[in-house]
């Protein structure tokens, strides 16, 4: 993987949220640590779900995981899911929030007690519209598609902060 160089990201908090922070969100958090990592960024870089049926120390899936391993970033085996529902202060804690879809965006936004922080989907931080879609349910080339987009969306939005 390329790594960008990023000379002005603004935000010390970074919260990827998806519906129940197995597969999306632990894969956005891989590349965003991995590239803070490599530029000696010291952001913290968290991730949860918001849909009904989140739940607090589900373990990242597999294919994820496998998915992550191809492009060379391993996700952790200790890795678990959070409920952002029953934990606001990860939602608290945040200054930039990046949701996989829209509707985790409207949904989290019900959690914000303040405007002082970024709200974007991935694709609205690449400057692009629509969602990134839940690979469950479409074996490992639902992952590696989800993965790829996720990247993308990525790298085209650090591009912002170069």
Known sequence: MNIIKINNFPYKSVLVVCSVSTARSPMTVGYLRNIFKANQ????VKSGGIASNARDGMLISLDAKLAMKEDGIELPDESLSIDLKKHPEYIDKADL?????????????????????TL???????????????????????FRL???DIKHCIMKGLKNYE
């Open 41 to 44: 960024l010291h952001i913290e």
């Open 97 to 117: 929030i990046l949701t996989l879809t829209k509707k985790h965006k409207k949904e989290i936004s019900k959690f914000l007690k303040s405007n002082n922080k």
């Open 120 to 142: 974007l989907t991935l694709k609205e931080f690449a400057h692009e519209t629509g969602d990134i879609e839940d690979p469950s349910m479409k074996g490992i080339e639902g």
């Open 146 to 148: 989800a993965r790829d």
